[in-house]
């Protein structure tokens, strides 16, 4: 049986990162509502450890680090008003790192955060954070339209139990693996953690 292959390897695009240092690093939606807020992730505490790994490697190359709060309405989830919209600990941003707040699931609507990126001279992100298949996906996918190429750091980020329409459940597991795979077709590199853009 023959392996399928995604649009990018049908048509010989690049298979490796570019080096962290070309690139900016987008950490998205780091935030307390999924660590011990109102939706708690699985497999979040692990998440978070490879992102601060990520976060440690990228400060330490000189790649810019642009951190994206989700603002949600006050009394609801991520309310700006309170504790649960901080980001978590392990991700907190450093000083001089850019924090973007939005309100929709795509970073890049209704912010500053493309020309924040264009301001660093790169053209190439790295992105992890949460939940994959809704903020992290819907950032990565505009980011094509808008030029810009993508990385994205799989043990990085992390995503919820579905229902799937019929009754079912969609695991968290498989739907982060599925939406991985769909942004792999033609939206991004997907790399395991990141130690594989240490170059």
Do not use: W
């Not at 497999?43 to 990520?54: F, M, N, V, Y």
């Not at 809704?134 to 993508?150: H, I, K, Q, W």
């Amino acid at each position: 049986m023959t392996l399928p292959k995604t649009l990018m390897q049908m048509v010989g695009a690049p298979t490796t990162p570019p080096p962290l240092d070309a690139c900016a690093v987008v950490m998205i939606d780091c935030q307390r509502e999924y660590a011990d807020g109102g939706l708690p992730l699985p497999g979040i505490d692990a998440a978070l450890a490879e992102g601060a790994k990520l976060l440690a490697l990228a400060r330490g190359r000189g790649a810019p680090v642009i951190h994206i709060r989700h603002r949600g309405m006050p009394g609801g989830l991520f309310d700006p008003d309170g504790a649960l919209f901080e980001i978590c600990d392990a991700m907190a941003p450093a000083v001089g790192e850019a924090v973007v707040d939005k309100s929709k699931p795509n970073a890049f609507a209704g912010t500053d955060l493309a020309e924040r990126v264009r301001a660093t001279g790169r053209e190439t992100l790295v992105v992890a954070g949460f939940m994959t298949h809704m903020c992290v996906s819907s950032t990565v996918r505009a980011a094509l339209d808008l030029g810009f190429g993508c990385s994205v750091v799989a043990g990085a980020g992390a995503t919820r139990d579905l229902p799937d329409g019929g009754g079912g459940v969609v695991k968290a597991a498989d739907l982060h693996r599925a939406e991985l795979a769909a942004l792999a077709d033609r939206f991004a590199l997907v790399v395991e953690d990141a130690v594989a853009l240490a170059g």
